[in-house]
């Protein structure tokens, strides 16, 4: 994982999706709605509802439509029944690419994701085909500035809270746990005194691909479109995107 900051793109499509905040808060709320759904509506209870809570917190999603969204699932009317579906395939250049969504129409939705593919220079594979490319894992991003501890420190502390590993980057510390030990970590750093830039689990290339020009920009607009998508909830990749920072 070294060199290829997974902060810097969470950060990057964060920038993009602010331009797109309606649409963003829209995806919150149905993550919100099922997790509501399915674990119940406390989120002392039910862990992650209380993770993707405080992912649209840090969106800057207003209380109002957190609770409306909770109060959906929770309430006695009739629900909407969304459904996880996961498809995988390849952007240009062989990129892996993993998309997540949650949806009441199955047809349109991959009928959505396999028009994306194929007008960037993808192609949708089945399912498997790159998932092994990937590690679940938790993400724990700590933002540096302003803080007074040192790489070393911070290194010993996220160990003994049960992290398996650090990066560290000019801008931050990027902690990473098996998804199992992900709220017992954030739970001890929190009572150490820490406060997360970013907290969540996701999937980890364990390879990146490099692209440039024409497949670079398609796979690019690969992304964004699929991300466009009501839809779609995540997009993983191996697009090593440091080239973007140059």
Known sequence: MAGHSKWKNIQRRKNAQDAKR???FMKLAKEIYVAAKTGGGDPAS???LRLVI???KAANMPNENIERAIKKATGTQEHTNYEEVRYEGYGPGGVAVM???LTDNKNRTASNVRVAFSKNGGNLG?????SYLFDRKGLLV?????LDID??????????AGAEEMETTEDSFEIYTTPEAFEEVKE??????FTFASAEITMIPQTYTTLAGDDLKKMLKLIDTLEDDDDVQEVYHNLDESVLEE
């Open 54 to 56: 405080e992912k649209a």
């Open 188 to 193: 001890q750093l929190e009572k150490n005194g």
């Open 142 to 146: 700590i933002a540096r500035e302003g």
């Open 126 to 130: 089945e399912t498997g085909c790159v």
């Open 151 to 160: 790489e070393d420190d911070m290194l010993l502390q996220a160990i003994e």
């Open 22 to 24: 309606g649409k963003l």
């Open 99 to 101: 998309v997540v969504c």
């Open 46 to 48: 039910n862990p992650a």
